[in-house]
């Protein structure tokens, strides 16, 4: 029995064997992440063969919750997968490491037979050296059919350490590679119609806040081009020096521009003096930081400018705050805009340090925020120079009243600025008569095309029929998916109701959350049951597909009221009759037609 015992204890003391991943024919990609083990080398002395042993010996381990990012780390990492392939139609296989700023990086592959394949990689390396031109690094293997292959990856590196490794077929690739390029191309294609729009307004109003949204788009912009691994592919792929220092350069100088364009945006100088000094101690430490990337190694420079990165969230965030605490009307745009764009910048600055794991939204998020942050800034921006126009207004008319001599003076002085401002505001109006997310008219313009209409029945002696739609149980939706599922639901809703009113000269606006309202002129209440159970029965026609989650069913409550001439000829009892129509379908069971009749 001693024997037994013996030969038990050392099975238990051998290493457990590495599990195998298996390719079968019809697998085109596959993350190596939740199959992987790894082994840290704190000191980066291990040589290949040092690692083998370690293998062997059962050295490496899982990686801690699959999360392929351990932040910034010194030493080196090394990784290992052991693969079969099962397709004998794709003997080639692309590995690509999905994090494009690593410096060093080598794949061993180990064949049965003995025979080791070595190839390297990473930004250390002319951009040239890739298998494939590519802005992440990637690596051919030849996995021959039913041969078991161990893969063994090092990386070594002064960014954050990171080892999402992925396999491709050739062909999966070319999709991937397509797509990924589309989705980039149109997200700096957003930033360039960004960035004409307003320098057209710069160069036309030279306001200073213009300019410093045009350096904050340009230098984040870059920001971006430098962590997508896009600088290194298409501005200076053999310039191994910059590869390294643009990303803390870069953001360096899209610090400098938050803050600034921040300050100006603001009024801190006149509203929070303090603050302003702050902010201005905060820009000249960017500057600092954009010098020092010059000469301080990337390794200790770049933890330094990220976490810098942190604390100017935390200050822009309280200036924000500051701002609408003092009753600036605009700082509410901003702050909005800024919430966005400081999520997905906090979560990409948390995802390098290790502290979340990566995933779509946590490695797109700032491209995402940063979208939305523009297109709300350029709106914001509009709002604070309409503001400016009615501040100007007012000392037009103490002028007139206190300054009789020089009213023909400052007449012409603000005449020229009210006619730049005029142009700016006809040019923005045409954008802000459309929702942001459906598309659809919004309800300011609706207010002025529904009274233009409420006069015309009166007038040509026609009826007119008001619709009011509301999704039902929208916020159990919104509850149980999340408000991306909600805005998909939103806009498939407005597709369908728009395609429903096609043959109707209708107009539809969204009225606000998730009620929509249908102007038919000409239409009495009989026509107008009829065109809203169409509408009724196009939003529940089909489950509302998500990208962001599972497809959801919604149905719809339509209220009517029928405008007869001269009966009433203000709106918002228009309204308001039609949204008691539209409380009793919803009080009778939802995805029901009512009208103002039928409610009373």
Request: charged content about 20%; overall charge negative.
């Amino acid at each position: 029995m001693a024997w037994v015992t013996a030969a038990f204890a050392l099975l238990l003391a051998m290493p457990a064997a590495a599990a195998v991943i298996e390719l079968t024919p019809g697998v085109g990609e596959l993350a190596l992440s939740p199959h992987v083990t790894y082994l840290h080398d704190t000191e980066a002395t291990h040589s290949v063969d040092d690692a083998w042993r370690q293998l062997e010996a059962g050295g490496f381990a899982p990686l801690p919750g699959g999360n392929p990012a351990f932040g910034f780390q010194s030493g080196a990492f090394w990784v290992h997968a052991k693969v079969v392939n099962r397709n004998a139609d794709e003997p080639r296989w692309l590995m690509v490491q999905t994090y494009p700023l690593s410096d060093h990086l080598d794949v061993y592959l180990r064949y049965p037979d003995g025979r080791i394949d070595h190839q390297v990689g990473g930004d250390t390396l002319p951009f040239s050296e890739r298998a494939i031109r590519y802005r992440h690094p990637n690596f051919l293997l030849d996995l021959p059919t039913g041969q078991p292959v161990d893969i063994l990856f090092r990386v070594q590196s002064q960014s954050s350490m990171q080892v999402p490794l992925v396999l491709y077929t050739p062909g999966a690739f070319t999709e991937l590679s397509r797509d990924a390029q589309f989705a980039i191309g149109l997200y700096y294609g957003i930033l360039l119609a960004l960035f004409f729009y307003n320098l057209v307004l710069w160069l036309v109003l030279r306001d200073a806040s213009y300019f410093w949204y045009l350096f904050h788009i340009s230098a984040f912009g870059l920001v971006l081009f430098c962590l997508n691994g896009l600088g290194f592919e298409y501005l200076w792929p053999d310039n191994i020096w910059l590869a390294d220092k643009s990303v803390p350069l870069s953001i360096s100088l899209a610090l400098i521009g938050m803050h600034q364009f921040a300050r100006v945006f603001l009024g801190l100088g006149d509203r929070w003096p303090a603050g302003n000094r702050v902010s201005i101690v905060a820009i000249a430490a960017f500057v600092g930081f954009g010098i020092a990337a010059v000469f301080v190694p990337y390794r200790l420079i770049t933890p330094a400018v990220s976490l810098a990165v942190l604390a100017s969230i935390v200050w822009i965030t309280i200036v924000s705050v500051a701002a609408v605490r003092k009753k600036y009307a605009p700082a509410k745009l901003f702050l909005l805009s800024w919430a966005m764009f400081l999520a997905g910048t906090a979560i990409y600055t948390l995802v390098a340090f290790g502290v979340i794991p990566k995933n779509f939204f946590t490695e797109y998020g700032v491209q995402l925020g940063s979208a939305l942050e523009m297109l709300f800034l350029s709106v914001a921006l509009s709002y604070r120079y309409a503001s400016l126009r009615n501040e100007n207004e007012r000392i037009v008319g103490e002028a007139n009243i206190q300054l009789e001599r020089k009213v023909a003076q400052r007449t012409r002085e603000l005449r020229s600025t009210l006619d730049k401002l005029g142009e700016a505001h006809s040019r923005l109006r045409e954008s802000s008569r459309r929702d942001g997310l459906t598309g659809l008219y919004n309800r300011s313009h609706f207010h002025d095309a529904f009274e233009r209409l409420l006069v015309s029945c009166n007038e040509d002696r026609r009826p007119l029929s008001l619709l009011m739609v509301d999704l039902d149980l929208f916020k159990s939706i919104n509850d149980e998916h999340g408000h991306l599922v909600g805005d998909d639901v939103l806009r498939t809703s407005a597709r369908r109701i728009g395609q429903a009113l096609r043959p109707y000269d209708a107009l539809l606006a969204r009225f606000g959350g998730e009620e929509f309202v249908i102007v038919l002129p000409g239409t009495d209440l009989r026509e107008a049951v009829a065109v809203a159970e169409e509408v009724r029965r196009a939003i529940s026609s089909a489950p509302c597909e998500s990208q962001h989650g599972p497809d959801v069913r919604v149905s719809g409550s339509v209220g009517i009221h029928t405008v007869v001439p001269g009966t009433i000829d203000d709106i918002e009892d228009a309204l308001q009759v039609a949204d008691q129509a539209l409380y009793a379908a919803k009080a009778n069971g939802r995805n029901c037609v009512r009208t103002s009749i039928s409610a009373a």
